[in-house]
């Protein structure tokens, strides 16, 4: 039996519209979900409050077998969910199977959540215990994006849960299935009690009415930059925690001592993976001047060598972007880049979704697709000649996410990072990366710091409570 049978994908009612799913790769439909409107934000608050004290109170070896159970199924049921991620958010089947593993990698670490040290004894002046402990914060409101629906989803709903908190997640429109539906599905199945988590895919309305309503302390978002503002004033507004994840510009500098017969792989996986849509992606490649030439051939050769198409249906590099919207961004900043002088190496077509992985030499500081992020398989490349130049390049973006550095010299690479603002940092490596152990953000326009993994997991989704205890009532002078 199907984990997720469209005829039940959605046990609560919703006062939105009827919402398509549909496959970007050939734009059929796959099936039908109603939309919440931010009138449905208060119901489901006011439900996972009520869900959410018992589920506190539950010893923590109870929550960590729900979150056990709920990693096994996304192995169990991964033939099934493996298809969903592929054609409803345009993932070839290898990312697909990486978003699997996370997810359930993500449930097996928050399981362990459940029973980490909630707190510490304190010294007093008084006569009494003084100690700290951890509590829930109440229910968690998760606004995720489209790219990698279930990870950006999955990594916050599983700690949340497993620390006591009830969750309302708002997932987008384009990937509601494998970005929502399928988590509540997992976590029913799992033996998760009833309302506890809320799934509300809807638009920009919904998540304004989440982040707005006093029933919903914390909101852990993931997406662009400029919504992620506006969720943060919003937040601040209503004086709540606001857990951004945003965008980046990410650099890989890649010294003269490099290897570039190893580096062009990497190089090209950085930029051209899940064609772009990524938040790590490298969109800034900064190549020492010895190398420059043979990279940019190198790099386009490998570009226009990658195969474009179907992922479902044929064995592809690349999938489809996830819409026109998106794809007419990605080649008006290509056209731009090009426009003001870029080069174009390779690609800078696409056939309707379908964007080939493009090269873009002779940029500069006000190349557009240098300059911004472009969210699609788009590498500029750029030059320098001394290791302060590379620094001071990677260093001059509003965003702070990740970074690379190629280097034969390990030691000289942490030491050249260490002059970058970044989340994260990455030795012979490109920038995309990630592990449920990991803390995981940015810095700047890319986020308000690590939000992820262990410590970064219990900071984000539980209050500290001090508490003292006397034997007897405490004397005062009056």
């Not at 402990?133 to 709903?157: E, K, Y």
């Not at 998540?207 to 914390?218: E, F, M, Q, Y």
């Not at 004033?233 to 980046?248: D, F, M, S």
Request: aromatic share 6%; net charge negative.
């Amino acid at each position: 039996m199907p984990l997720l049978d469209p005829q039940n994908w959605q046990p609560r009612a919703l006062s939105g519209p009827r919402h398509t799913v549909t496959e970007p790769a050939t734009g059929d439909p796959l099936g039908t979900v109603v939309l919440a409107s931010g009138a449905d934000v208060g119901p489901a608050a006011e439900a996972a409050r009520a869900a959410q004290s018992e589920w506190a109170r539950l010893p923590h070896f109870v929550r960590a077998g729900v979150l056990r159970k709920a990693g096994d199924l996304f192995a169990a049921h991964a033939e099934e969910l493996r298809e969903w991620i592929v054609r409803e958010s345009g993932s070839i089947p290898g990312k697909a199977d990486f978003e699997l593993h996370v997810a359930a990698q993500e449930c097996y670490e928050a399981a362990a959540l459940a029973s980490r040290p909630a707190g510490q004894v304190l010294p007093s002046e008084a006569p009494r215990l003084s100690y700290t402990r951890r509590v829930p914060v109440g229910v968690v409101g998760v606004i995720s994006p489209f790219n990698a629906p279930l990870i950006l989803s999955i990594r916050s709903v599983a700690p949340a849960l497993a620390l006591g908190n009830a969750v309302v997640l708002k997932p987008d429109p384009r990937t509601a299935v494998c970005g929502g539906l399928s988590l509540a599905a997992v976590f029913a199945e799992a033996g998760l009690p009833d309302g506890l988590l809320h799934v509300l895919p809807g638009g920009a309305e919904t998540g304004a009415a989440l982040v707005a309503d006093p029933r919903v302390p914390v909101i852990s978002f993931t997406g662009s930059t400029a919504a992620g503002r506006a969720v943060g004033e919003a937040a601040g507004r209503h004086l709540k925690r606001a857990h951004l994840e945003l965008g980046g510009n990410s650099a890989l500098i890649v010294l003269e001592d490099a290897d570039l017969d190893a580096v062009i792989s990497t190089a090209a996986w950085g930029s051209f993976f899940h064609q772009g849509q990524i938040c790590m992606t490298t969109g800034r490649h900064l190549v020492h001047a010895s190398l420059y030439e043979e990279y940019v051939e190198r790099l386009a050769a490998k570009a226009d060598a990658l195969a474009v198409g179907d992922p479902h249906r044929a064995q592809v590099h690349l999938g489809p972007l996830i819409d026109d919207g998106q794809r007419a961004k990605v080649h008006a900043l290509v056209e731009a880049s090009t426009g003001s002088g870029a080069k174009l190496a390779a690609g800078g077509t696409h056939d309707r979704l379908f964007y080939r992985p493009t090269v873009l030499a002779g940029v500069d500081d006000d190349t557009p697709a240098y300059a911004e992020e472009v969210f699609g398989p788009v590498a500029p490349v750029r030059s320098f000649t001394t290791a302060d130049e590379a620094a001071a390049l990677a260093a001059r973006s509003s965003y702070g996410l990740s970074l690379g550095i190629v280097t034969r010299d390990a030691a000289r690479g942490l030491d050249l990072a260490e002059r970058v603002p970044t989340g994260i940092v990455h030795i012979n490596d490109q920038t995309v990366n990630d592990e449920a152990v990991a803390p995981f953000g940015g810095v700047a326009a890319s986020g308000t710091g690590a939000r992820f993994g262990g410590e970064a997991n219990l900071e984000a989704f539980t209050d500290v409570r001090w508490t003292t205890v006397r034997s007897d009532v405490a004397p005062y002078p009056f």
